[in-house]
C-alpha cells in the first residue's frame, strides 16, 4: 500500500520539480509488482520510511514505530481517495455526456451544465445514506444510480423524435403546418428557466418554424413541489387541452403559459415570480380570471376546474410524468426535443435558431 500511494503522490510532485523524478521510476518499479501480487524487488519503501522518520528519529526515537504506522494508515487512505476521486470523475463525466449535468440528484448544482430547474432524486445519496449506518444501501443506491447511467448512454446518440413524445392532446404554440418539424419542451409552470426559454423562444421565432408542443411537469420535492403552484396550473392546463375554446388561433392553455412566462403585473412584477409567491387559493383565481379574459365563458371556466379536479386529468399528468421520466429521462427542466436532438436545461436564441 505505502509504494502505492508513494507512487500517486511522486506522480504529482514530479510534475511540478524534477527532484521527484529519480524516484518515480523506483516508486513505479515498485507499485507494478505490487499490483501484479509480487513482492517489491527495491528498498524503496523502506528508503522512503528512513528519508521521513530519520528527523523524528534523531529527536523521539520512541515515536519512530508509531509514525511508521501512522505513515501505512495515511498510505491507504491516500489509495482509498485516490480510488473514489477517480470513480467521481469517471461519474460526473459519463452524467454530464447522458444528462447534461454532472450531479444527478442536483442538476443545477452543476456548473458545467446548461442552467435549469432540478429534479431532485428522492434516493439517499452515499452520504446521507452511510450517515444512517445503511452502508449496503450507500453502497447499492450508488452502483444502481451509475447502472441506469450508462443503460441511458444509447439514449444520449439516438435520433431524437419530439411526435414520439407528444402528450396525448397536445395543442401547438401556432397552428399546426404539417410542411414544418416538431419540437416538444418539458416545462414547469413555476420554473424561471422554462420563462427564460419562451421568451429565447419568442426571440428566435422558433414558434414559426416548428410545431412547438408541450408537456407540463410539475417538479416534485421531498414535501410536495418546488413551486408551489405547478400542480393546479398544470391541471387547468390539461383540462384546457380536454376542452379546447373553438374559434381560437392561439389555444387557451398556450395564451395562459404565454402571459405565465413573459408579462407582467400592474407593479411590473413578472407573473410567474407573483403566482410562485402567491396562496393556492388566490392563484386558480388568477387564472380563471384570466380564462375568462381569454374568451371562455363562466359556465366553461367552471367546467375547466371541474375536469382539473377530476380523476381524469390526474392520469394524464401521471402518463405525462411516466414520459418525462422513463422515455424522455432527463433530470432538467427545461427540456427541449428538436431537430433529432434532447437539449437538457436552458437553449439560447442563437441554437434554437
Given at each position: ?30 507499485t ?17 520510511k ?38 467521481e ?82 395543442t401547438?404554440?401556432n397552428p ?82 404565454k ?8 407593479a ?79 437553449v ?6
Amino acid at each position: 500500500m505505502f509504494c502505492i500511494a508513494a507512487f500517486i503522490v511522486l506522480l504529482f510532485m514530479a510534475a511540478i520539480s524534477a527532484r521527484y523524478r529519480k524516484y518515480l521510476a523506483k516508486a513505479w518499479n515498485c507499485t507494478f509488482r505490487r499490483i501484479t501480487f509480487r513482492p517489491c524487488d527495491t528498498t524503496f519503501k523502506q528508503d522512503m520510511k528512513d528519508h521521513m522518520l530519520a528527523p523524528l528519529a534523531a529527536r523521539r526515537p520512541g515515536l519512530v514505530k508509531p509514525a511508521s504506522i501512522g505513515l501505512e494508515v495515511v498510505a491507504v487512505l491516500i489509495i482509498l481517495t485516490t480510488i473514489w476521486s477517480g470513480y467521481e470523475v469517471v461519474k460526473s463525466g459519463v452524467n454530464l455526456y447522458v444528462y447534461g449535468t454532472c450531479n444527478k440528484q442536483d442538476s443545477a448544482s452543476c456548473s458545467l451544465g446548461a442552467e435549469a430547474c432540478s429534479i431532485p432524486d428522492q434516493t439517499p445519496g452515499f452520504g446521507d445514506s452511510l450517515a444512517a449506518w445503511d452502508v449496503v444501501g450507500a453502497f447499492g443506491n450508488e452502483f444502481a444510480s451509475l447502472g441506469e447511467t450508462f443503460s441511458a448512454i444509447p439514449s444520449r446518440m439516438q435520433n431524437w423524435d419530439a411526435t414520439a413524445y407528444l402528450p396525448a392532446d397536445a395543442t401547438y404554440l401556432n397552428p399546426y403546418d404539417a410542411s414544418k418539424k416538431t419540437a416538444l419542451e418539458v416545462v414547469d409552470p413555476g420554473c424561471t428557466y422554462c420563462s427564460q426559454l419562451f421568451q429565447n423562444i419568442e426571440e428566435a421565432g422558433f414558434g414559426d418554424t416548428q410545431n412547438l408542443s408541450y408537456i407540463a411537469y410539475p417538479i416534485q420535492s421531498a414535501t410536495g413541489y418546488k413551486f408551489p403552484n405547478s400542480l393546479m396550473i398544470t391541471e387547468q392546463l390539461e383540462a384546457l387541452r380536454l376542452n379546447r375554446l373553438e374559434g381560437a388561433t392561439t389555444p387557451v392553455d398556450w395564451q395562459i403559459l404565454k402571459r405565465i412566462y413573459a408579462d407582467k403585473n400592474d407593479a411590473g412584477v413578472a407573473w410567474q415570480a407573483a403566482i410562485n409567491g402567491m396562496k393556492p387559493a388566490d392563484a386558480s383565481a388568477l387564472i380563471q380570471g384570466w380564462e375568462l379574459e381569454f374568451g371562455l365563458t363562466q359556465a366553461q371556466v367552471d367546467h375547466v376546474a371541474e375536469v382539473a379536479a377530476s380523476d381524469q386529468v390526474t392520469q394524464v399528468i401521471a402518463a405525462n410524468k411516466k414520459t418525462v421520466e422513463e422515455s424522455i429521462h432527463t433530470v432538467k427542466i427545461p427540456t427541449i426535443i428538436f431537430d433529432g436532438r434532447r437539449h437538457d436545461g436552458l437553449v439560447s436564441v442563437g441554437d434554437l435558431g
